[in-house]
């Protein structure tokens, strides 16, 4: 019956994109568009003395410079600046609010002209005077006064005197430098506002976020703001939180009654959040037989002096490997930054990074293979919660992945593979992720043509939810993937979550299984009610919809046609709004999990590193589509060889400010820096996860690719380099 | 960034003329680095200068036995070029280490000389720097400083100059032809850019009101044995942290004639003339390529972050000497390092 779901199906925006007709929130033009540009504070803490905008309004086409000073009224309260993703802690940057200067790249005025040119043009003639104050942005000068905060992560036994006694020991730190997110997309908002009502198009990751943000910083009433974001050019986590830039674009717009776009540089996105510097220590503790008895991880990351952000970097080893001991603790740093925020697989892409080198480590302290000693360790409870998985074929993935890989013909000595003038190295790590669904609400609008309008108010960032969507529904309910029209990424549209974590694909799949159910319900009554019906005496679930049809699900002889059904009961259109059921049930963890191995190849003079082959296997439940699931893991695996060998913001802590925010200078990998990837997806049936089986794969793909990269460049050089990015100088002591 | 006059040269004696009538003008061909600059608030010119539609865009070998380059062929053609390609390979992979390809596209051969350095602090109008701003202090020396200078850097600037195909040039002792109010004149390569000393707004001794007009390559194009070999933190489109052009001429196992360039490391493409001396008549080895890369290292300083660079130079020349030496030079396709 499925055809469509489990089938490489090509997006079904791909055109759109493609031909340019699919619009972003830069994109859309309206009749007396204003611009906007921003003038970004210099200096990383002080206070406005005093904003000379005299200059900007001298330029021709210049409407206004909005400051502090003459900004519309907005909020007041902290409380109302809090979205959906605010930190727990701490007070929420208010844009424009006041003379405060709490990060270097903070926005500080609005310049307002006819067209963007002369709005960048007069922001450059903005004269800002400061009242600077003593700052600090250095983790490492800073360290002293991390203080930590409250993790659910509970200890158990006595880690520190099982550490101690244990036969083994591994202690090390690990650190992993700021990191940005960098997608191709600029952030952009587009404000109209007309008569009191509020459009806005947005690029973000929540479209109702936004707007419950905007309702309550201006004070306005939901039915009179809405944002739309119909297309994302990547976020990765740095659209989940409402960005400045709308807030900006809003006031201007509420300051001008005209429409204002703002749209910012590559620079100032710099200052809008990023993966926090995080140091993590990691002590194991082992038996001789490779099985672990203590295990301590802590964090050291990044935060704003004004909020506290954190993520579970620490956890992770308690999925993965079993340890009667273990203790964890999350410590923060408080610098004069913009708030840390969520990237791609946050807390985990730099926990499980530290947590699998070291692994790693306690591998070659073993004098045991790294895939054997995870064996030994595996664990088949949450050792924290002490509940068995979903599911979990991590054991498979350890299998294929090695298997396809070719790990058997590795030797395991450092320095002991090699290829003229490079050194060879295979290194290998384990992945793990949450399996999570949220509450999200579908609407189905079948319409007596056989045509199908799928809607909720997700944001489709890239990753294929439009198609995925698309596929589900057109299984459910019988149709052709061609008359399913999915609509997505607006606020007026049934209530749905962020697009993030992981967990869109399962919670907007399992809702359209509901509301399909539901319209199926509908049109089997019409059928029955049709004379000498043949589904006569059926319940919703005794048929299904297929072909255009409904169908016992017994004897596929008797069916009526969809059409047939709403023409005899005078129904041109069925329209159906049913939510997914996200479990109460704390009987099960719920995860994803992977196995990764990579090869690098170094040269051993020049310490240049190459990722010549990479093999991520992932075991993430039910595959919707494997040709997007394969590019979201691709992806995440292009990531990791960035995290691990290029990916460093560069801080002058002398100023506070981010020395190399353009993406020249922020390396990224290159084609040249991808090689061979392989991407297996391994076997999960999961009936207990949620009704379709689906785990998420948005952020598995880069969880644990550093870590296979740090150790093969550790198998390859005998040099353990832990502290990221890999840099050729890390590698050779060249001086 | 501010607004700016647009106006086209029709020739090289109206572009002369245009430029000299107004001191804050600029020539503008490919504008791959000046547009950015603008963007940045780095530059900001009363009036850009169109060039790119000089007639200066061909190739051809000249009656000394060389090849005359003129100012507007875009990287790209230079590099593809079969005369380049041919004789003066050096060259030609030089440039197709550099940018990516859409920006050779644009990129022309003078722009390239002319390009400004990559140093952090140079884009950024926070911070002092005396390259920008002169009397402002080089943020550099005590900053981050992982792509600056260790070679004939000064107390006031420590910045690069980011060129592949200058490193090229310089090793194959190419001639600048420039025309100014005054007339032509040609400008050996090594004096064509300058060392920072107390002047590092200044990059190069063409003047003002001059514009390069051609590229002179001398008939020897070494194109048996050389090599252009760029280390960087990723293995496309990065600035070199350090690059090598090797030129050899061999009798046998026996070093006739040597030429030797580093780029990334120095105000200008780095060469030495007892480095060079050092290879004259000696064999084609291990032992005599050190000993160049220690005279071309002579004096080398790091500052920091930079402080690697000097170790990588070093064996960086060894490797790019020995690639000469034996005829397999470092391929720009294959990203594995021979």
Redesign the interface.
């Known amino acids: 019956m499925a055809s469509h779901i489990g089938s490489a199906t090509s997006r079904v925006d791909g055109r759109a994109k493609v031909t340019g007709e699919a619009k972003y929130a830069g994109e859309f033009n309206v009749p007396g568009l204003v611009h906007g540009y921003v003038v970004e504070s210099t200096i990383p803490k002080g206070r406005i003395v005093r904003i000379d905008t005299s200059g900007a309004l001298e330029v021709d086409g210049v409407i206004d410079v909005l400051t502090h000073r003459n900004r519309p009224q907005m909020a007041d309260k902290d409380d109302a600046y809090k979205d959906e993703v605010a930190t727990e802690k701490g007070s929420p940057y208010r844009p424009l609010y006041d003379d405060i200067v709490l990060f270097s790249g903070q926005p500080l005025a609005l310049v307002l002209a006819e067209d963007w040119e002369t709005a960048r043009v007069a922001a450059s003639l903005v004269k800002v005077e400061y009242e600077k104050a003593p700052h600090i942005t250095d983790l490492h000068a800073e360290r002293a006064n991390a203080y930590a905060i409250d993790k659910p992560e509970k200890p158990r036994g006595d880690a520190e005197r099982a550490f101690a006694s244990a036969a083994l020991r591994h202690e090390a730190e690990y650190f992993i430098p700021t990191e940005h997110h960098n997608p191709m997309e600029l952030f952009a908002s587009t404000a109209i506002w007309d008569n009191g009502q509020l459009t806005v198009y947005d690029k973000t990751q929540g479209v109702q976020n936004v707007q419950q943000y905007l309702c309550s910083v201006f004070k306005m009433k939901p039915d009179a703001v809405r944002v739309m974001s119909p297309y994302m050019g990547g976020g990765f986590g740095s659209g989940l939180r409402p960005q400045y830039q709308v807030v900006l674009a809003v006031l201007a717009a509420r300051a001008l009654n005209r429409p204002v776009r703002v749209m910012l540089s590559r620079a100032q996105m710099y200052a809008l959040g990023h993966r926090p510097a995080t140091i993590e220590r990691l002590a194991l503790g082992a038996n001789s037989d490779g099985t672990l008895d203590a295990m301590t991880h802590e964090a050291i990351a990044v935060t704003s002096q004004f909020e506290e952000f954190a993520r579970n970097d620490t956890g992770w080893g308690n999925l993965l490997y079993k340890s009667p001991n273990a203790k964890f603790e999350h410590k923060l740093v408080k610098l004069d930054v913009p708030t840390s925020c969520d990237m791609r697989a946050p807390g985990a892409a730099t926990g499980v990074y530290a947590l699998e080198c070291a692994m790693d480590e306690l591998a070659v302290a073993l004098k045991m293979d790294p895939v054997q000693l995870r064996l030994q360790c595996y664990s088949d409870r949450d050792q924290g919660a002490d509940i068995p998985y979903t599911s979990k074929q991590l054991r498979e993935c350890y299998r294929q992945g090695a298997a396809a890989f070719g790990w058997d013909k590795r030797t395991a000595e450092p320095r002991s593979m090699r290829e003229g003038s490079d050194l060879v190295g295979w290194g290998m790590a384990s992945g793990v992720w949450e399996a999570l669904q949220m509450p999200a609400t579908v609407r189905i609008v079948l319409t007596a043509n056989g045509h199908a309008e799928v809607a909720t108010a997700a944001s489709d960032i890239g990753t294929g939810t439009y198609t995925i969507m698309a596929q589900v529904a057109a299984d459910m309910l019988g149709l052709p993937i061609d008359s399913i029209n999915v609509k997505l990424g607006d606020s007026t549209l049934p209530q749905c979550p962020l697009e993030g974590g992981s967990w869109i694909a399962s919670s907007v799949c399992n809702a359209i299984a509901n509301t399909a159910r539901a319209v199926r319900g509908d049109l089997l009554k019409l059928a029955i009610g049709m004379k000498d019906s043949p589904l006569a005496g059926a319940g919703v679930d005794d048929v299904a919809l297929i072909d255009g049809k409904i169908v016992s699900k017994r004897d596929a002889t008797r069916a009526v046609s969809i059409a047939s059904a709403m023409q005899s009961g005078n129904a041109d259109r069925i329209t159906r709004e049913e939510a997914n059921k996200v479990a109460e049930d704390k009987s099960h963890a719920r995860n994803v999990h992977s196995a990764i191995f990579a090869e690098v190849k170094v040269d051993e003079q020049l310490g240049v590193i190459r990722v010549t082959r990479v093999v991520n296997a992932v075991a993430a439940g039910r595959i919707l589509n494997p040709k997007t699931a394969h590019s979201q893991v691709m992806g995440g695996v292009v990531w990791g060889i960035g995290m691990a060998l290029h990916e460093e913001t560069l801080f002058d802590h002398r100023f506070g400010r981010v020395m190399n925010a353009n993406i020249a200078e922020y390396h990224v990998p290159v084609h040249a820096d991808v090689h061979d990837i392989k991407v297996i997806f391994v076997d999960e049936p999961d009936e207990i996860v949620n009704p379709l089986g689906i785990k998420g794969l948005g952020e598995i793909g880069i969880v644990g690719v550093a870590a296979a990269i740090a150790n093969a460049v550790y198998h390859a050089t005998g040099k353990r380099v832990r502290d990221l990015p890999i840099t050729l100088d890390k590698v050779v002591q060249f001086n | ?3 700016f006059q647009y106006a086209r040269a029709n020739d090289v004696a109206d572009a002369i003329k245009q430029i000299a009538t107004d001191p804050s003008a600029k020539f503008i061909a490919g504008g791959t680095n000046l547009i950015d600059l603008i963007k940045y ?1 780095v530059e900001g010119p009363s009036r850009l200068i169109d060039i790119s539609h000089l007639p200066l865009r061909s190739i051809e070998p000249t009656s000394a036995g060389g090849v005359l380059i003129g100012a507007m062929v875009p990287n790209t053609d230079l590099a593809y070029h079969p005369l380049i390609e041919g004789r003066y390979p050096l060259l030609s992979r030089a440039i197709l280490s550099g940018a990516s390809q859409q920006l050779r596209n644009m990129a022309s051969t003078g722009g390239n000389l002319l390009q400004r350095t ?1 140093c ?2 140079y ?2 109008t ?2 002092p720097c005396n390259k920008r701003e002169p009397g402002s202090g080089c ?1 550099a020396i ?3 400083n ?2 600056n200078a260790i070679l004939g850097t000064s107390e006031a600037c420590i910045a690069t100059h980011p060129s592949d195909m200058c490193v090229a040039l310089a090793a194959l002792e190419a001639t600048v032809h420039v025309t100014g109010p005054a007339g032509a004149r040609t400008i050996a390569f090594a004096d064509f850019h300058r060392l920072p000393g107390n002047t590092p707004q200044r990059d190069t001794n063409l003047e003002p009101d001059e514009i390069i007009t051609a590229i002179e390559l001398p008939p020897k194009g070494f194109s048996a044995n050389y090599s252009y070999l760029k ?1 960087r ?6 600035f070199a ?1 350090v690059s090598v052009a090797a030129a050899l001429e061999l009798d046998g196992d026996t070093i006739k004639e040597a030429r030797l360039a580093l780029g990334g490391v120095a105000h200008k493409p780095w060469r030495s003339s007892a480095a060079e001396a050092a290879l004259l008549g000696q064999r084609a080895d291990a032992t005599a390529f050190a000993k160049a890369a220690d005279w071309l290292l002579h004096g080398a300083k ?1 500052y920091g972050h930079n ?6 130079a ?3 020349i ?2 790019t000497l020995d690639q000469a030496a034996r005829g397999t030079p470092q391929s720009n396709s294959d ?4």
């Open positions: 960034m501010t607004p608030d990559r952090f602090y884009y950024d926070a911070t943020s005590d900053g981050v992982r792509i280390i933190d990723r293995l496309s489109y990065a942290l790091g402080n690697f660079k000097i170790g990588l070093r064996r960086a060894i490797r990203k594995k390092i021979r």
